[in-house]
């Protein structure tokens, strides 16, 4: 089984614009979870997608959103970039979302907002 | 509330045996242990649930005091390939939101 996909891997923008990023969850996972890791703050949960509704959601402004289509791929996208949302963000997979389940972790994009 | 993982960091020799700690200030469903090395993604090392079982594999294990709502992680005879920093993280509420730990940096030396 293919395994977690994201892209882009790499992202560079401005501050001020808008980002989109893209997660393919393995084939019949139907959970999508978000994380956000960076040096001072760790790994941070965004927001959790299970068939297509918010399950779950962190502490983050609003300007961090999240959707998920019928087919379970995740996108999530931030406005209004900030210098403080450079980061690596990481999304998992997992069959129904349960909490003993294993979720797995793509390789990430890493994002420079300058 | 975030796990406390201690210790922060460790240096082995080849062989040496760690173990790394995850305290919960909040009653855990579940504790998830995981590797990162520089640059990747996460890996899944294992999963702990309620009932203060122990898990391993290899000469990587695991157990869950509920009690103490903690959990700790041993290595025993480390190898090189060991390095990296490892996080729990634990779920305490319904579903599968993972509230990751600080993250204990682990480095193995011949």
């Known amino acids: 089984k293919a395994g977690v996909t994201q892209t882009p891997r790499y992202l560079i923008k401005t501050r001020g614009q808008q980002v989109t990023l893209s997660c393919s969850p393995i084939s019949g996972h139907r959970s999508v979870s978000w994380y956000q890791q960076t040096p001072g703050q760790g790994l941070q949960f965004l927001f959790e997608?299970?068939?297509?509704?918010?399950?779950n959601k962190g502490n983050f402004p609003g300007r961090f959103s999240g959707r998920q289509f019928s087919n379970s791929r995740s996108e999530m996208n931030v406005s209004t970039l900030e210098l403080g949302d450079s980061a690596l963000y990481l999304c998992?997979?997992?069959?129904?979302?349960?909490?003993?389940?294993?979720?797995?972790f793509g390789p990430g994009t890493r994002l420079l907002v300058l | 509330q975030q796990p406390v993982q201690s210790p922060q960091a460790v240096i082995l020799r080849e062989g040496e045996d760690a173990v790394i700690n995850c305290s919960s200030s909040?009653?855990?469903?579940?504790v998830h242990w995981y590797r990162q090395k520089h640059g990747e993604a996460p890996v899944f090392l294992m999963i702990?649930?309620?009932?203060?079982e122990q898990k391993g594999h290899d000469k990587i294990s695991a157990s869950f005091n509920e009690k103490k709502q903690q959990s700790s992680l041993y290595l025993t005879a480390s190898q090189l390939s060991y390095s990296g920093t490892y996080f729990c993280g634990t779920v305490t509420g319904g579903g599968n939101k993972l509230t990751f730990g600080t993250g204990t940096q682990l480095k193995v030396e011949l």
């Open positions: 998992a997979s997992s069959s129904q979302g349960e909490s003993v389940e294993t979720q797995y």
């Open positions: 909040k009653a855990l469903y579940s």
């Open positions: 702990l649930l309620k009932g203060g």
């Open positions: 997608y299970f068939s297509e509704t918010q399950r």
